[in-house]
Structures are given as C-alpha cells and as structure tokens.
C-alpha cells in the first residue's frame, strides 16, 4: 500500500505543477525578454514528470520479472497492484504530453530560436547577417598621380544587419530588419502582411518596405548569392528607388512552381518631404517547366515603369561599378539626362541545374524619356556557372524563383568539409547602346569560391579582371571626371559571412 500512497501523491503533485503552468496566460503575461526563462522552466517541469513516468515503469518491470511461482507457497503473484500502478503511468504520461502540448516551441532549424506558441499564433524570431568584407584592386592606369587613384585596399562591413520577424496573429505577419553598416542606421524590409491559401496556391500582400521582386540575380538574398555584388542587370537596369518597395506588393505563389508578383512604390526611406514622389510599378514573373529530385529549369520575366516627380527628379545620371563594393571609383558612367520624364525597364531570365551544375543568363533594358530632350536606352548581360566540388546541389527555391541556401551534406561543425563551389560570371553593361546617350561601357570576368563550413558560416573569394571606357565627364564631380578613356585592372576580393 505505500508504493500505492507514493504513486498517488506523485500524480497529486504532478496536477498541482499542471495547474500552476497555465502557459496560456503566462505567454499573453509574460514580455519577450523573459520568454527565454519561461521555456527553461517549462523544460524542467516536463524533466522532472518524464523521470517520475521512468522510475515508476522500471519498477513496473521489476515486478513483472519478479512475479512468478512463490517459494513457500507454489502460486502466481497476484495482479491487481499491477494494474493500479499501470493506471497512474498512463495517467502521468497522458499529463506529460498534456504540458508539453501548452509549452512555447523553440526550433533553432535556421540558426536562430524561432519561438511559438502552443496554439501556433504567435510567432517571434530574431535575425541577423554580418558580412565584412576585403578589396584590393591593381593594374589601373590611374594611379594617383593627380587623377584620382582606382588602385586601392581596404576593409568594411559590408552588411551588419539585425532584425525580427514573425506572426501577431494568423494571417498578419511582419518583419523589420534594420542595417547597421557604414556608420548608418539604413531600413531595409519593413513591412505588415497578410496571407491566405487559396486552391490554386498562396497569396501575401505587403504594406511597408519590402525587398522588390526584381531579376533573378536582384531578387536572391545578399545571404545566397553567388558572387560578392550582383550581377550588372540586376545593378543596371532598375528603377531609381533601386532594390526595395517602398508602398504596397503582392505575390501570389502557385502550387505548380510558378509565381507572379505586382508592386506600387510612392516613397523612400531619407527622401525629401518638399516634393511629391517618384512612381513605380514593377512586376515579376517565373516558371519551372521542369523539377526533379536533382535538376530543375528555370524561366523568368519582369518589368517596371517609373513615373518622374519634376522636383524629386531634375536630372538622371546612372553609373555602375564594375570592381569591388569597396572600390567606387572603379565605374562605368552614362551622361546625364536633363527632366527625366518615364522610364521603362524589362528583363529576361534562364537558368538551370543538373546534380552539382548550375548555370544562368540574364539580359536588360532601360529606357528613358525625357521632357527636353531625345530618348535614350542602354543594356545589361549577365552568364554564370557553377560546380560543386562537394557535389551538393546549388540551392534554389521553386516558390519564389531565385537561388538560395545549398544543402551542406556534412558540415565542417559535425567533422565534414563543408560544401565548396567554384563559380565563373561574364557583365556586361553598353550605356552606348543609344546614339544619343553618350555614356561608357565596360565589361567584367569574375572567377569565385565559396566554402559553406555550415548553413550559417560562408568564406568567399573572388577575382574579377575589368575593363571600362568611360566617354563623358560627370558635371560637378571633379573626381569622378578624371576616369575618362579606356581603363582595365584586377580586382580581389573576399568575405566572410555569418547569418541567422
């Protein structure tokens, strides 16, 4: 009878623990900042009632293998205190899963604690991204020698990035995610949503600051991409809000690989309040006409239209660099178009892998047209391919069209080599392309190496051989004037990246 006391005063203690774990309440109580500490101390009173369901089923089984014909008597053991003590088992386990059922979920898949709540409403996840980069470029004809100097090294923070998203409730979702380099608080996605499946897929609206869904290379995370920058379309031929939506989008992603997306942006983070502002549309489409276990084919389409405010936007001038992030003085110009009046912009993609082989191919336009002046136009081209040398498959994501995190087979974290890829890009950007434009040209080789020690760690390296010919001076940029003719060198660049 004691053992039966003991089991009965255990199941006791465990309602009286339920009871005062009411995690419902405590969640809608308790702040963020606590959070931490309250799945801690749920972590242990789901401990502590796991061991009282291990002690009491080991002594289960040693009476079972201690029943059996009695010395002194000849008879089988009785059972009923068996089944007395199997009850109070079950009971205390079905209490267990009971509060483990109310407890906050805590997955670290992604490299940060994404925190749910039991009925799966709320949701709450931190993020960041560091990427500190280094440059050196040689070989330019400008030297410093009283022309300005495109030779140079040096180091930064080329990302250093911290954020939280996150539902409220379903459907609102949320994100905001702020950028901390170069000594500026810079917004970056900033943005409440809403979503809703329907049958042919899902569909999310955006209010706020989001990543526009603009070339393949422009819409793949800075986390994933394949080289340093990107490629000369997706820095070229964009709108002059340039990579995120400051209004209104949505996406609509089919079940059949496939999605579209339609954006209206009224607005910038830091632009002047005194005039009215720019308008942009832009739009975004792809397709996978074929998906297997290790292959896949990818085609895109997109386009914007932007609409100049006469005061926000008296003139345009577009250049692009053609080295490092580091090295702006490595650039390719246009001229400047007096009172811009619209522009339109499109693009095309292709791309593909098979097993450890990647490969893509992008092209653009811009046109612009001016309220004083002759249109203009110029055009972009972007190749890439990539191996695996680890013979992981080059990440890619069939719902949003764009390259992503590769699988790391056996991370340098668990004894493995991590994964490694070899990559190779040809750009090139004809701001020459219109008679009446009379800008630069250039043209880029880059050779990379990306080494994935695990989903969360990246060292990069990069050499890119340039070459530009810039043809006009950039009225009242003394500097920027003296690169002026035909000009090559190397550039060399690395990164290393830590994200969560």
């Known amino acids: 009878m004691p053992s039966q006391r003991i089991r009965a005063g255990a199941v006791r203690l465990t309602a009286a623990v339920v009871l005062a774990a009411q995690l419902p309440v405590a969640v809608a109580q ?25 002690a009491l089923e080991s002594r289960d089984r040693q009476a079972d293998a201690g029943a059996g014909v009695q010395p002194d008597s000849g008879k089988t053991a009785a059972a009923p205190q068996a089944d007395t003590d199997s009850r109070s088992v079950a009971d205390l386990q079905d209490e267990v899963d009971e509060l483990k059922g109310r407890t906050v979920q ?6 940060s604690p994404k925190f749910t709540s039991a009925d799966d409403e709320f949701t709450f996840q931190p993020l960041g991204r560091i990427q500190y980069d280094f440059g050196t470029t040689s070989g330019s004809s400008y030297d ?59 569909g ?24 340093l920058d990107r490629n000369a379309v997706a820095d070229a031929i ?47 489409g792809h397709f996978n006409p074929l998906v297997t276990d ?41 001229d400047t178009v007096e009172q811009p009046e619209t522009s339109t912009g499109y693009g095309f993609e292709l791309a593909g892998l098979t097993g ?38 080059f990440g890619y994501s069939t719902k949003n069209g764009v390259w992503s995190a590769p699988d790391i087979a056996e991370p340098v974290t668990d004894g493995g080599w991590g994964a490694w890829q070899v990559m190779a890009r040809y750009d090139a950007l004809d701001y020459e392309n219109s008679g009446n434009y009379a800008g630069g040209t250039g043209h880029g080789t880059t050779l990379g190496l990306s080494w994935y020690l695990n989903n969360y760690t990246r060292f990069m390296l990069n050499w890119i051989n340039w070459d530009t010919h810039n043809r006009v001076p950039i009225v009242g940029d003394p500097g920027d004037r003296e690169f002026i003719g035909s000009d090559d060198g190397n550039t060399v660049s690395a990164r290393a990246q830590v994200i969560f």
């Open 106 to 111: 805590v997955d670290w898949s992604s490299g």
């Open 238 to 284: 964009s709108p002059e809000s340039g990579y995120y939506n400051m209004g209104t989008s949505a996406e609509f992603y089919g079940d059949d690989d496939w999605h579209l997306s339609l954006g209206v942006s009224k607005g910038s983070f830091g632009g002047s309040d005194n005039d009215s502002d720019n308008l942009t549309v832009l739009s975004r």
């Open 294 to 334: 290790n292959s896949m084919l990818h085609v895109g389409a997109w386009g914007f239209y932007e609409d100049f405010s006469r005061g926000k936007q008296p003139e345009l001038t577009d250049n692009l660099r053609f080295a490092s992030h580091f090295n702006d003085n490595v650039r390719v110009y246009g």
């Open 204 to 227: 999310v609206v955006y209010l706020g600051n989001k990543f526009a869904d603009r070339s393949l290379d422009g819409r793949t995370s800075s986390k994933y991409i394949w080289f």
């Open 144 to 202: 410093g020698a009283g022309v300005g100097d495109r030779n140079i090294s040096g180091t930064e923070f080329r990302r250093l990035r911290l954020g939280v998203q996150g539902q409220l409730t379903d459907p609102i979702l949320y994100k905001v995610e702020l950028d901390f380099a170069n000594s500026d608080i810079g917004v970056r996605d900033a943005y409440i949503a809403t979503q809703k499946d329907f049958a042919l897929g899902q």
């Open 30 to 54: 308790t702040s963020r900042a606590d959070l931490a500490d309250l799945v801690r101390r749920q972590a242990a009173q789901i401990e502590k009632l796991e061991q009282r369901v291990e």
């Open 356 to 393: 450890p082989v990647a490969a893509s191919a992008e092209y653009g336009r811009r046109e612009i047209d001016s309220r004083v002046a002759a249109d203009t136009d110029y055009d972009a081209y972007s190749a890439q391919i990539g191996y695996s040398l680890t013979g992981e498959a």
